[in-house]
């Protein structure tokens, strides 16, 4: 009945995994309910270890029982009774009620098939309007980012001869300023392709065709930005060298590679001016409650213990840890060593990154860069992006190299190296 439905209305009937009224609904143990079939799928795939809310993200070393909640299930299935003797008028039709046969979410009105067609007409019309202002304000974007990237690649063409003319015969001095403008050719190419299709959307005058291209609507469309934003300046190109380190460090911002070399340097000038960190000591303040510190805060694992950690906006849902050193410039290097089974991930991050949800996992945002070990198969990953290692390291330590101003971070393997710490 009608006051049957209404005391229902504050109570959520559906679940938020297949957006459907609950079918034989289970809880968790932190109180979210979902269908039965729907979070068994969930956790099927989320592995043997680590179990999570879909809901709340909260963590669960063992899989948790799924009880079913007789309650929800009974007030589901009055729902659906009430639900199919309601019929629901049309709002237009005042004289004499007629059934409605579609409700629209943009104005909330129930139509039924005459009032319908006007509406659609109407409401299409005006929504398209408003996705084409959008599709403008994006061209205005992309046109200024094109006219920025055009004037680099002809400042970049200036140096390239300067240093072609200065290194005849040594062509790997300028190679990355080849690679860096080549680079920029293809954002151009990108730029260009994406002002063609918003444009070709504007002109169009079908309201449906304008409304069902959603590649604009992503909330990263307009970023493009995968090279290095920091101009090339001119340099004293009889300085061989130090062109050379300029023009590394116009390539891509983050660069994250595992190398398979006997000592740490690529290069014999790698170490100059590098802060060396003796101790990588760890914040607990940041420490996830089933993670353990050890005493010397130089250890960290995930044992079966639940740390009951007050809570502080610092501090992590996930099993993870921040250091308490912190870098804002220069270069520097520290080592750290994994263990050789079980899951473990060692990277770099933004203060600001998030602290709970699945946007807090390090690698899984755009505000830091990892390594990552599951059983001895390695990977690197950043903004959800994983990249497999073709080989297996043949030791678990390893050395980190952050060059802040050049953008780059880079991993190194340190089998059969012993490396000295000053």
């Given at each position: 009945s009608t006051s049957e439905i209404l005391c229902l209305k504050n109570i959520p009937l559906t679940c938020s995994?297949?957006?459907?009224?609950?079918?034989?609904?289970?809880?968790?143990?932190?109180?979210?309910?979902?269908?039965?079939?729907?979070?068994?799928?969930?956790?099927?795939?989320?592995?043997?270890?680590?179990?999570?809310?879909?809901?709340?993200?909260?963590?669960?070393?063992?899989?948790?029982?799924?009880?079913?909640?007789?309650?929800?299930?009974?007030?589901?299935?009055?729902?659906?009774?009430?639900?199919?003797?309601?019929?629901?008028?049309?709002?237009?039709?005042?004289?004499?009620?007629?059934?409605a046969v579609k409700t629209c979410l943009h104005c909330e009105a129930s139509l039924c098939k005459?009032?319908?067609?006007?509406?659609?007409?109407?409401?299409?019309?005006?929504?398209?309007?408003?996705?084409?202002?959008?599709?403008?304000?994006?061209?205005?974007?992309?046109?200024?980012?094109?006219?920025?990237?055009?004037?680099?690649?002809?400042?970049?063409?200036?140096?390239k001869r300067q240093v072609r003319g200065k290194t005849a015969g040594?062509?790997?001095?300028?190679?990355?300023?080849?690679?860096?403008?080549?680079?920029?050719?293809?954002k151009k190419e990108k730029l260009s392709r994406k002002m063609g299709d918003i444009e070709e959307l504007c002109d169009m005058?079908?309201?449906?065709?304008?409304?069902?291209?959603q590649e604009s609507d992503r909330p990263d469309y307009c970023d493009?930005?995968?090279?290095?934003?920091?101009d090339i300046e001119d340099h004293d190109v009889e300085d061989l060298d130090l062109i050379a380190e300029t023009l590394h460090s116009g390539l891509a911002r983050i660069v994250t590679k595992?190398?398979?070399?006997?000592?740490?340097?690529?290069?014999?000038?790698?170490?100059?001016?590098?802060?060396?960190?003796?101790?990588?000591?760890?914040?607990?303040?940041?420490?996830?409650?089933?993670?353990?510190?050890?005493?010397?805060?130089?250890t960290v694992s995930v044992p079966e213990i639940f740390h009951r950690r007050p809570k502080t906006p610092e501090r992590f849902l996930l099993n993870q840890v921040l250091s308490s050193s912190?870098?804002?410039?220069?270069?520097?290097?520290?080592?750290?060593?994994?263990s050789d089974f079980g899951w473990w991930v060692v990277g770099m991050t933004y203060p600001s990154i998030e602290r709970k949800g699945r946007q807090s996992r390090i690698g899984d945002n755009n505000k830091s860069w990892c390594l990552e070990n599951c059983d001895n198969l390695y990977s690197v990953k950043h903004d959800c992006k994983?990249?497999?290692?073709?080989?297996?390291?043949?030791?678990?330590?390893?050395?980190?190299?952050?060059?802040?101003?050049a953008g780059r971070l880079s991993f190194y393997e340190l089998y059969l190296c012993k490396t000295s710490k000053t």
């Amino acid at each position: 009945s009608t006051s049957e439905i209404l005391c229902l209305k504050n109570i959520p009937l559906t679940c938020s995994i297949c957006l459907s009224i609950f079918t034989d609904p289970v809880t968790l143990p932190c109180g979210h309910s979902f269908c039965r079939t729907c979070i068994g799928n969930v956790m099927d795939r989320q592995g043997i270890r680590v179990y999570f809310c879909p809901e709340c993200e909260e963590m669960f070393i063992k899989k948790p029982a799924l009880k079913r909640n007789q309650s929800l299930s009974n007030i589901t299935e009055s729902f659906r009774s009430a639900e199919k003797r309601i019929v629901i008028p049309c709002a237009y039709c005042i004289q004499s009620p007629v059934p409605a046969v579609k409700t629209c979410l943009h104005c909330e009105a129930s139509l039924c098939k005459n009032h319908l067609r006007a509406h659609s007409k109407s409401t299409l019309n005006e929504a398209s309007e408003k996705k084409k202002e959008k599709l403008r304000n994006i061209l205005q974007k992309l046109t200024s980012q094109r006219e920025e990237t055009e004037e680099r690649v002809q400042s970049l063409e200036v140096v390239k001869r300067q240093v072609r003319g200065k290194t005849a015969g040594v062509t790997e001095r300028f190679t990355p300023l080849i690679n860096l403008i080549q680079q920029l050719e293809i954002k151009k190419e990108k730029l260009s392709r994406k002002m063609g299709d918003i444009e070709e959307l504007c002109d169009m005058t079908n309201p449906v065709t304008v409304l069902q291209e959603q590649e604009s609507d992503r909330p990263d469309y307009c970023d493009t930005e995968d090279t290095e934003r920091h101009d090339i300046e001119d340099h004293d190109v009889e300085d061989l060298d130090l062109i050379a380190e300029t023009l590394h460090s116009g390539l891509a911002r983050i660069v994250t590679k595992v190398t398979r070399q006997p000592c740490v340097p690529e290069a014999p000038d790698m170490l100059l001016d590098v802060n060396t960190a003796s101790d990588m000591l760890m914040d607990v303040n940041t420490a996830g409650n089933h993670v353990s510190v050890s005493e010397d805060l130089k250890t960290v694992s995930v044992p079966e213990i639940f740390h009951r950690r007050p809570k502080t906006p610092e501090r992590f849902l996930l099993n993870q840890v921040l250091s308490s050193s912190s870098f804002s410039t220069g270069r520097h290097y520290w080592e750290m060593e994994g263990s050789d089974f079980g899951w473990w991930v060692v990277g770099m991050t933004y203060p600001s990154i998030e602290r709970k949800g699945r946007q807090s996992r390090i690698g899984d945002n755009n505000k830091s860069w990892c390594l990552e070990n599951c059983d001895n198969l390695y990977s690197v990953k950043h903004d959800c992006k994983k990249i497999w290692l073709p080989h297996s390291p043949s030791c678990h330590r390893f050395g980190i190299f952050l060059d802040y101003e050049a953008g780059r971070l880079s991993f190194y393997e340190l089998y059969l190296c012993k490396t000295s710490k000053t």
